[in-house]
């Protein structure tokens, strides 16, 4: 009896869940509907453009939201989560299964915080990408594997923007 009451909570959660409508990147990147709270990025008006079919495709199971952006000449893609999930992985992990050959760069510290950094190419193009993730109380984490563990221990708290940001070498 004690195993099919946990069977119907779990089958009732997750019908919760996959029925709960989700809001878009815009949404969540507006205070009070009105006033958007990140409307720049390092100088560059932030505009938004549309996922890229792969990205789109990666939406559909991730729990949270993805946007895609533009600033200052750079492709800013943003995720945003409130649980540790193996559905948040480096950008490094996705360009590689995509045929990139990906060479880490040391670690940037900019006013923002710690970011990773690695370089991706193939067929003659470079791409220079970082990635950070941001908790819900400002601190920063400059890789994903370190901000998975400290989310599974609660050493950070969600949700969190995983920001990634790709320039053209």
């Known amino acids: 009896m004690r ?24 949404e969540v ?8 709270i990140l409307s720049t990025f390092e ?5 938004e453009e549309p996922l890229t079919e792969r990205e789109a495709a990666f939406a559909e199971g991730f729990p949270g939201r993805i946007g895609r952006y533009t600033a ?33 760069m040391p670690m940037a510290r900019l006013d923002s915080g710690e970011w990773s950094r690695f ?17 819900a109380d400002g601190s920063t984490l400059p890789d994903v594997p370190s901000w998975f563990w400290s989310a599974l221990l609660g050493r950070t708290k969600g949700p969190w923007l995983v920001t990634t940001v790709v320039e053209r070498e």
Do not use: N, Y
Request: charged share 20%; with cysteine; hydrophobic share 45%.
């Open 29 to 36: 990147l507006q205070s009070d509907g009105c006033k958007p």
């Open 3 to 26: 195993r099919l009451a946990w069977v119907l909570f779990i089958a009732a959660a997750l019908l919760v869940i996959r029925g709960s409508p989700r809001a878009s990147m815009s």
């Open 72 to 104: 200052g000449g750079k492709v800013v893609i943003l995720r945003e989560t409130d649980r540790a999930t193996h559905r948040v992985h480096s950008a490094a992990t996705c360009l590689a299964a995509s045929g990139w050959s990906v060479g880490p």
């Open 119 to 135: 370089r991706a190419e193939k067929g003659g193009e470079s791409l220079l990408v970082r990635e950070q993730i941001r908790a």
């Open 43 to 47: 100088g560059g008006d932030l505009v």
